[in-house]
């Protein structure tokens, strides 16, 4: 009862749209070239390694990490480096991009082997030299996330498994092929950082994920089976659902002595600690109304959006958006010769019908946006604020804790695009009023 | 390129709800009460509401044609006044009347302001006290049911309180009383505002707290609680009226402040003053109000440490 007079945070009831749930993953061929972009990540972008002509094999470093929040970027193919070029991310910004041609023979680096891991330094040097960032969609470097410096204040590890953007359905599959890398990465992450208690949050739309799970979880490992309610997968709202901690703002995870990481990054630190092959694939739901046969594809990163829609069958009608990531947060593509970056957990292609969003009409102050706000947020006060150029109103309404999960322009009755505005209400404030 | 992809902010799709269905439910659930309101008063009452709903959807269609401004009337909000208004009225309410208050409603309080969003106060509580004033001997004939051929001066049930008996629960409950249409028939009222409760429409916040603190009130002044709660505009105020999303709080604290006020106010008017009726007085004072309610009951927000009182250590 106090929760609801506190904050009502309903979330949305997204549609789940999870028809590929029970697709397994498919190898797709190699493609005819790949874009390794050097901004794949949060943090300064990688300097290119590798110049014009050089060759370069399955695992080799092309990009090197600009610094300590940067990431390296490692090959895919074996083949030839066709040179360094421009690419324009989703966002807007233009990053340096190393092109290869693949010979086909998928040549592995003879450098590549399994780490030597036996404290915590090793560990995460482990990790920085994987190229793992996090693989739930934001991006962030994943061995700077696994170096906080309150360590010995992390108590609960969280893994992220509620997938809650509609479509997606990688992390399901993650959680059925890969339970063994799951469990072995969780393990090392709790040996090395020594936090004795782990919680694994599953949206109970996935009962095979956490069935299979809660059979393979060991002593300190708890399954929580989550209500499908979005945004369940936003980290603060995990971390409230897991372990009842309310992350402060502006803080981190750590604050709370949580250090949270998705299924499929963990995944990864369990495969990589068993082979020492870096990032360089990624398994992604292709879906959407006008693809032709909907898949979970496991595609070497770097591969242009086209060749991976040609590997699903194509359209079956003009598209008219193409977004990386599910349809809550996704961003959409401008050309289909964009290519697959470490953060994608998802392609997905709209006809012109679905991509065309309603007309805004006049807000009727239902306040559903602010009841469905999972922060607490009063979406409707922040955009008339924003409208009224009030950056003293926008302060005391901590605009700046949106998280741009996209819930309120969802269930605005009005269809009014109320996230986006408060994500330029977000930049007026901190122009200090400047539109 | 031959195909241009569309980009936009995310996210890319929107819920199923829209201003057109939440305003076409509430007119869905007005129907039985508008059934019971025919049953009760014979065809009068359908007439009435016609010509309230045409009304007001004309106003609506007008004034927006007029001032050059995009016609919303397939929004169904001037239905929902129309319908309200008429449920305001009795049955034997000349035409010309009821279209003069659906000039006030929806030209003077909704249009003036700017249309849908930014009335201050309910257009059809507004028209209706409009009517009140300007018609007081036309708005308090109400034709008792029994009667139907013509209007017969009957009080309605508030007014003779003191000589009803719980053997008159049912009447209530029915609605065969004297009233304006939407006044009579509670268990009509309450079918719809169950309704709109289930189809998330309203929150049962506010008709819950409003209910409940007339019938504490009524409790403590010695007054039978089940006839302050089914008589009078009481239901229709509470599950329709005060539920009203531009002129009611949206949280759930700023919900409860609204209901229970609009309780008091309520009580106030109908125990200490003269007026039989306290409901639109209510509703209309708690609206004016509302804005100050919104920006001192905002909710706690995740992470953020509430502001200390001054003074406080």
């Given at each position: 009862m106090s929760k609801f007079l506190k904050r009502a945070a309903q979330g949305a009831g997204v549609p789940h749209e999870k028809r590929t749930s029970d697709l397994e993953t498919v190898k797709m061929p190699l493609p005819s070239k790949i874009v390794l972009s050097m901004g794949q990540h949060i943090g300064a972008p990688a300097a290119p390694a590798v110049a014009k002509g050089d060759q370069v094999y399955v695992g080799t470093v092309v990009g090197k990490a600009g610094g300590f929040v940067s990431c390296d970027i490692h090959s895919g193919v074996s083949g030839t480096v066709d040179g360094i070029t421009t690419i324009t991310a989703p966002n807007g910004a233009v990053q340096t991009a190393v092109v290869i041609i693949p010979d086909g023979k998928q040549t592995v680096d003879p450098a590549i082997a399994p780490p030597a891991v036996t404290d915590l330094k090793s560990f995460q040097d482990a990790v920085r030299a994987s190229g793992l960032v996090g693989l739930g969609g934001a991006g962030f470097p994943t061995a700077v996330k696994l170096s906080p410096k309150n360590l010995e204040e992390i108590d609960v590890l969280v893994i992220n498994g509620a997938e809650c953007e509609p479509y997606i359905t990688s992390d399901n599959r993650c959680f059925l092929e890969d339970t063994k890398f799951i469990m072995d990465g969780i393990q090392a992450v709790m040996k090395y950082l020594e936090i004795p208690k782990c919680i694994i949050g599953i949206e109970g739309n996935k009962p095979a994920a956490i069935a299979k799970m809660r059979s393979a979880a060991t002593p300190g490992v708890e399954v929580k089976e989550l209500p499908c309610r979005y945004p369940q997968g936003a980290e603060k709202v995990l971390i409230e659902n897991c372990t009842g901690r309310e992350v402060p703002f502006p803080g981190l995870p750590s604050d709370v002595g949580v250090v949270v990481m998705n299924v499929t990054s963990v995944a990864f630190v369990g495969k990589y600690l068993a082979t020492g092959m870096p990032l360089t694939t990624k398994?992604?739901?292709?879906?959407?109304?006008?693809?032709?046969?909907?898949?979970?594809?496991?595609?070497?990163?770097?591969?242009?959006?086209?060749?991976?829609?040609?590997?699903?069958?194509?359209?079956?009608?003009?598209?008219?958006?193409?977004?990386?990531?599910?349809?809550?947060?996704?961003?959409?593509?401008?050309?289909?010769?964009?290519?697959?970056?470490?953060?994608?957990?998802?392609?997905?292609?709209?006809?012109?019908?679905?991509?065309?969003?309603?007309?805004?009409?006049?807000?009727?102050?239902?306040?559903?946006?602010?009841?469905?706000?999972?922060?607490g947020l009063s979406a409707k006060e922040i955009v008339q604020a924003y409208n009224d150029g009030d950056v003293e109103l926008l302060i005391e309404l901590n605009a700046d804790l949106c998280m741009s999960c996209g819930t309120c322009s969802f269930v605005c009755p009005a269809k009014r695009p109320l996230a986006p505005s408060i994500a330029l209400a977000k930049i007026m404030m901190k122009n200090g009023g400047k539109k | 390129m031959a195909n241009k992809l569309i980009v936009n902010a995310a996210p890319h799709i929107t819920g199923a709800d829209s201003t057109q269905k939440i305003m076409g439910r509430v007119c869905l659930a007005l129907v039985p009460a508008l059934a019971a309101s025919v049953i009760v008063f014979g065809a009068d009452a359908l007439i009435l509401t016609a010509v309230t709903v045409a009304s007001c959807v004309f106003f609506e269609w007008a004034y927006c044609k007029l001032m050059g401004r995009e016609v919303p009337i397939a929004d169904l909000s001037a239905v929902v006044t129309g319908m309200l208004l008429a449920f305001n009225l009795p049955a034997s309410m000349p035409w010309w009347m009821a279209i003069v208050g659906a000039f006030i409603s929806i030209v003077i309080i909704k249009q003036l302001f700017g249309g849908l969003g930014y009335n201050f106060a309910n257009p059809a509580i507004v028209g209706r006290i409009a009517l009140a004033m300007g018609f007081a001997s036309r708005m308090t004939v109400y034709p008792f049911p029994d009667n139907g051929i013509d209007a017969l001066a009957s009080a309605t049930p508030l007014a003779v309180s003191g000589q009803l008996g719980s053997s008159e629960y049912v009447t209530l409950l029915l609605g065969q009383h004297g009233g304006v249409l939407g006044e009579t028939c509670a268990l009509a009222i309450l079918a719809g505002g169950i309704y709109l409760i289930a189809t998330k429409v309203i929150s049962p916040l506010i008709p819950v707290t409003y209910l409940g603190t007339v019938a504490v009130l009524s409790l403590a002044a010695g007054r039978d609680p089940v006839v302050q709660l089914l008589s009078g505009g009481l239901m229709l105020g509470a599950f329709f009226m005060a539920t009203d999303y531009v002129t009611s709080p949206t949280t759930n604290k700023g919900k409860l402040i609204f209901g229970v006020g609009l309780g008091v106010i309520t009580c106030a008017i109908r125990f200490l003053g003269t007026m039989n009726e306290g409901v639109s007085f209510a509703i209309l004072l708690m609206n004016l109000v509302v804005p100050y309610i919104e920006i001192n009951t905002r909710q706690d927000k995740l992470g953020i440490a509430k502001k200390k009182k001054e003074g406080a250590k």
């Open positions: 398994r992604l739901t292709v879906d959407g109304d006008i693809v032709k046969e909907p898949k979970n594809v496991e595609v070497i990163i770097g591969t242009p959006v086209q060749e991976l829609m040609d590997f699903c069958g194509g359209f079956t009608d003009e598209p008219g958006k193409v977004l990386y990531g599910g349809p809550m947060m996704g961003n959409c593509i401008a050309d289909l010769s964009q290519p697959i970056m470490k953060n994608n957990n998802a392609v997905l292609a709209f006809s012109k019908k679905m991509a065309q969003m309603p007309k805004a009409t006049n807000c009727i102050h239902c306040g559903r946006c602010t009841n469905a706000c999972p922060l | -």
